[in-house]
């Protein structure tokens, strides 16, 4: 218990160093609202169901963000009608620019609604419908939902080769081991929804052609334990790699000046 309060206590330190710059450049109302979700967001963790329900504590602080967001935007255009810049023709604003720029900053709204209806977890909204349970109908359906998970997969691998771009070996490293995180990532998403919702596996294995079939089904053998040690184990390497990759490189332009 003392270990893990001392580390917890050590992530709030490391977090207010870091956040601190950032707070004493920003408004006012910024500042207010990250200090009104930290306060709030502390005040969970004496919830007794925390741990089930934590992420309904975000879609509402995200909505709520995204919302005053949206009022601040359409505030400043309108207040901006009353500047001097508003008698130049290039900078007049009409009521529907200003309209226009309010909805496309509530825009992040509809897929935030995508993601909350997308999977009901926790204990109270458990049993309730939701977007994944219609994947599990039929192969086709399936099939879709593989790809956009081999997608989300791509995507990922893509945003950490960007980390790796000092040098060739550091590049070919980069790489090496990207293609290592995200291709042992994907199995244990394999090995673990077999384990789990064994339907969806099998509906994928029934529309793909045998010689992926039997890739994905020696997937479904992997120790689940054993897996995700060795995924922790290279997210470890390439943390470590990449901090000393970073240090190297900022002293390295140091020492060029």
Request: glycine content about 8%; charged content about 15%; proline content about 2%.
């Amino acid at each position: 218990m003392f270990l893990g309060l001392a580390l917890a206590g050590a992530s709030v330190a490391l977090c207010l160093f870091n956040v601190t710059p950032l707070l004493m450049k920003t408004s006012t109302s910024v500042n207010l609202a990250f200090a009104s979700v930290t306060i709030a967001y502390g005040m969970m963790m004496f919830a007794s169901s925390y741990v089930e329900e934590e992420q309904q504590f975000w879609y509402w602080a995200c909505s709520g963000w995204l919302g005053i967001l949206a009022i601040r935007t359409y505030v400043q255009d309108t207040s901006y009608e009353n500047t001097s810049c508003a008698l130049i023709e290039d900078h007049r604003r009409t009521k529907g620019a200003e309209w226009g720029a309010t909805i496309t900053s509530l825009f992040p709204l509809l897929p935030l609604r995508l993601l909350r209806r997308w999977n009901q977890s926790g204990q109270k909204f458990a049993g309730a419908s939701d977007i994944v349970s219609s994947f599990r109908t039929d192969s086709s359906s399936a099939l879709l939902l593989w790809g956009l998970i081999l997608l989300t997969y791509l995507y990922l691998f893509v945003r950490i080769l960007s980390s790796f771009r000092q040098s060739d070996l550091e590049n070919i490293i980069g790489r090496l081991w990207a293609a290592v995180i995200c291709a042992g990532s994907l199995a244990f998403k394999v090995a673990f929804t077999w384990n789990d919702e064994p339907e969806l596996v099998e509906r994928l294995v029934a529309v793909i052609p045998t010689a992926g079939q039997r890739r994905v089904t020696s997937l479904m053998l992997l120790d689940l334990v054993f897996a995700a040690r060795m995924m922790y184990l290279c997210i470890g390497v390439a943390f470590v790699f990449v901090t000393l990759m970073h240090i190297s490189g900022a002293g390295t332009a140091g020492s060029g000046k």
